[in-house]
């Protein structure tokens, strides 16, 4: 059995070809099976200086900002009244600092919000810390990295799954 031989330019124009078609029955081609939300991941480093039951709190401060959002993992509904803690290396102090941690709860459409201090570089990364640790679903630590110390907001997303 022999091959077609192929020269550059037949391979190029085939392959060219070849991509426009794929390209243009793109909306027509099926349509993969949605799987929903993935549960989000636990970040290396997420537990770090982490404190059970952080206390809830009206705010940690002022000038930073930590915002998010809350779903379940499947369906991506909004989970109201859910406990994130939160804690950072701030002007405060270090994340062992307990004026540094602390707890807020989703509101009805999954968001929850925390007004702190400024967070500052620690170990020359300045990071936030973020927590579900309560009963009805799995345990998720996170890390988020800000690009710059002078950053005054960070957003981290939960996509919970139950336990």
């Given at each position: 059995?022999?091959?077609?031989?192929?020269?550059?330019?037949?391979?190029?124009?085939?392959?060219?070809?070849?991509?426009?078609?794929?390209?243009?029955?793109?909306?027509?081609?099926?349509?993969?099976?949605?799987?929903?939300?993935?549960?989000?991941?636990?970040?290396?480093?997420?537990?770090?200086?982490?404190?059970?039951?952080?206390?809830?709190?009206?705010?940690?401060?002022?000038?930073?900002?930590?915002t998010?959002?809350?779903?379940?993992?499947?369906?991506?509904?909004?989970?109201?009244?859910?406990?994130?803690?939160?804690?950072?290396?701030?002007?405060?102090?270090?994340?062992?600092?307990?004026?540094?941690h602390?707890?807020?709860?989703?509101?009805?459409?999954?968001?929850?919000?925390?007004?702190?201090?400024?967070?500052?570089?620690?170990?020359?990364?300045?990071?936030a810390?973020?927590?579900?640790?309560?009963?009805?679903?799995?345990?998720?630590?996170?890390?988020?990295?800000?690009?710059?110390?002078?950053?005054?907001?960070?957003?981290?997303?939960?996509?919970?799954?139950p336990?």
């Amino acid at each position: 059995m022999s091959l077609p031989f192929l020269n550059r330019r037949k391979f190029l124009t085939t392959a060219c070809l070849g991509g426009a078609a794929a390209a243009a029955l793109g909306p027509f081609a099926p349509a993969q099976a949605q799987t929903g939300f993935a549960p989000t991941q636990t970040m290396r480093g997420g537990s770090n200086n982490y404190r059970p039951n952080a206390p809830l709190v009206e705010s940690l401060g002022k000038g930073f900002i930590v915002t998010g959002s809350v779903r379940l993992a499947g369906s991506g509904a909004p989970l109201a009244d859910t406990r994130i803690q939160i804690w950072a290396a701030t002007t405060l102090g270090g994340e062992r600092e307990p004026r540094n941690h602390g707890s807020v709860l989703t509101d009805a459409n999954g968001v929850y919000r925390l007004e702190m201090e400024q967070i500052v570089p620690n170990f020359g990364q300045p990071h936030a810390h973020l927590a579900y640790d309560d009963a009805a679903y799995k345990t998720v630590f996170l890390r988020p990295l800000m690009s710059s110390p002078s950053d005054t907001s960070v957003t981290a997303d939960f996509i919970l799954a139950p336990t």
